[in-house]
């Protein structure tokens, strides 16, 4: 998710390419608003597989942005089977397919993993 400042989206952007130099078919989404994805060009976008617009109602607090809630709405916004969520300031870089993740993971309905 990329929200409220044009550096998240720089970051998504570097997360999603990280990931797709490891995995290619490796589907990712971006949740964003305008202001995020504003300096990114198409090509930089088309890196995505899938954009959605987020839902101010969904980070709003009494008209104030709390981008962090949005954590609280990935089922809403993923329409795969299933979804790794990871913050945009990361990268991939474990010589690994994320592919392998699920596999691994797929016995777990819900899983919150910090720190590897």
């Known amino acids: 998710m990329a929200l409220g400042y044009e550096l998240y989206g720089s970051c998504a952007l570097n997360l999603a390419m990280s990931i797709k130099a490891y995995d290619p078919k490796m589907p990712i989404l971006l949740v964003h608003d305008d202001n995020s994805i504003a300096e990114l060009t198409k090509e930089e976008l088309s890196i995505f597989d899938v954009l959605k617009k987020a839902d101010p109602a969904d980070y709003l607090v009494n008209g104030k942005p709390q981008y962090q809630r949005m954590k609280l709405c990935v089922n809403k916004y993923s329409d ?27 016995d777990k309905e819900f899983l919150i993993g910090k720190n590897g």
């Open 80 to 106: 795969f089977d299933q979804t790794l969520y990871i913050d945009v300031d990361t990268l991939w870089f474990p010589n690994k397919k994320i592919s392998n993740l699920f596999m691994n993971l797929e």
